[in-house]
Nanobody
């Protein structure tokens, strides 16, 4: 099993920044890619970014490219999502999600989910 705990959500104005963290634990956590998904009110959950523990760089949704940076700290078993230049459309619940071996961009291929952390971007 993999346990995931998100933190760092909050409220910012348009153009602001937030940093989210995902703490991963469990015996097999190192075998899973860590992804961030988000779900805006009334919308489907969507992929934001993902990274493997061996990756120097992450993979990003088009909406996140150039604004968000995903990074890892293997020693702490944590993944960070730095979000800059936030827009109102970035508002939603952000979920840390573990997928076996590979970054996964669709929800049905995710193996474990965190509880989510709310990100609100005010106009």
């Amino acid at each position: 099993q993999v346990q995931l705990v998100e933190s760092g959500g909050g409220t910012v104005y348009t153009g602001g920044s937030l940093s989210l963290s995902c703490a991963a634990s469990g015996r097999t956590a190192s075998r899973y890619a860590i992804n961030w998904f988000r779900q805006a009110p009334g919308k489907e959950r969507e992929f934001v970014a993902g990274i493997r523990w061996s990756d120097d760089d992450g993979n990003y949704a088009d909406s996140a490219k150039g604004r968000f940076t995903i990074s890892r700290d293997n020693a702490k078993a944590m993944v960070r999502l730095q979000m800059n230049n936030l827009k109102p459309e970035d508002t939603g619940v952000y979920y840390c999600a573990a997928s076996m071996a590979r970054i996964r961009t669709i929800t049905r291929l995710i193996d474990y989910w965190g509880q989510g952390t709310q990100v609100t971007v005010s106009p």
